[in-house]
């Protein structure tokens, strides 16, 4: 089994304020999103919805806004702007020894 090199930075703290461009593939590299015809990206009912959960995302999210963003057949491109928190200053995670504690992503952060 091939293993994919982590290319995050390990010590970065990945919930501060700042733009993030993050690229999402498709396993295996399927065409899932649509196809490209005479140059152009013609998005199928999955990239719709891929679409419309990027759109959907300060809604649920009060602290990013969405910069650029494009569907491709495989992948997807976009900049995701994490803007600061009021009370930031205050440790958000509170680490209680448990094992869902230790590895899940801090909240804020760009995981989440």
Not at 20 to 26: D, E, H, K, P, R
Not at 31 to 47: K, L, S, T
Not at 78 to 94: A, C, K, T, Y
């Amino acid at each position: 089994m091939r293993r994919r090199k982590q290319i995050r930075l390990r010590e970065y703290d990945y919930s501060q304020p700042g733009a993030y461009f993050i690229t999402v593939c498709v396993k295996d590299r399927n065409e899932m999103f649509g196809e490209i015809v005479d140059g152009e990206m013609i998005r199928n009912d999955c990239g719709n919805i891929v679409q419309s959960c990027w759109e959907e995302l300060p809604a649920h999210f009060e602290n990013i806004q969405l910069d650029e963003f494009m569907v491709m057949p495989n992948h997807i491109h976009g900049i995701i702007i994490i803007l600061e928190q009021p009370g930031r200053d205050v440790q958000l995670n509170i680490p209680t020894g448990d094992y869902h504690s230790r590895i899940s992503p801090r909240r804020g952060s760009l995981s989440v």
